[in-house]
């Protein structure tokens, strides 16, 4: 087997109905993966299907309903194999000044990005670490390297992703799974657009950053995630990999 293929692997990727997580999808699915693809709209998740192909397999689920998550992935593995590969990529964005955020809009974050990344990790782990293989990558930012102002939650919830990746990856490399997390820096997805549709000063500044022009697509992050799932990483672990066309270094 090619030291880059996923063939005869199953993976979960949580978000895969667009932007960043049907990119991390579809590379997953052209390096021989069958994909189970989650969100909570289904019609999302089975246009995503279709428009890659029959590898890709929608199952909608709510990551924030922590009681619904083993029953979930007891169904992956009957229905479709036992799961090599978690991606855990959903996410939600709230845009406001610090102490314009509510509790609620704060919380709301945390509990998509951080706790529910956690609670369906919880949940597919066991069958990995009884099996002694796997591989689970979680989804930071930059936003967990630099202070930017208006993403207070999002910046804590992947900040909390580098502590959990490093605590799961002493725990669990052991026996055999491997935890690491990708940090994508200015992405071009809806999120990114949203962001920066109405505020051109925060998208001049963005771009002064990054050493690569322009903004990069879903499927840069993708291919790193298919690195970091297959043999050719088996002894990478617990490692923060930013993909950001050189923003996080940059003067």
Known sequence: MLPFSLENQTAIVTGGGTGLGLGITRCLAQAGAKVVITGRREELL?????AIGPQVIPMAVDVTDSAALPPFVDRVTREVGAPDILVNNAGIHVKKPALEMTDEDFNSVLHTHLTGAFALTRATAPGMLERG????????SMTAYMGMPLVAGYATAKSGVIGLVRTLSAEFA????????????????????????????????????IQIEGFGAPEDVGWAVVYLCSEAAKYVTGVILPIDGGGHASF
């Open 46 to 50: 089975q246009q995503a299907a279709a």
């Open 133 to 140: 293989k796997g591989s689970i990558v979680f989804v930071s």
């Open 174 to 209: 052991p026996k055999g799974v491997r935890i690491n997390a990708v940090a994508p820096g200015w992405i071009d997805t809806p999120m990114l657009r949203r962001a920066v549709s109405a505020d051109s000063e925060r998208e001049r500044k963005i771009r002064g950053r």
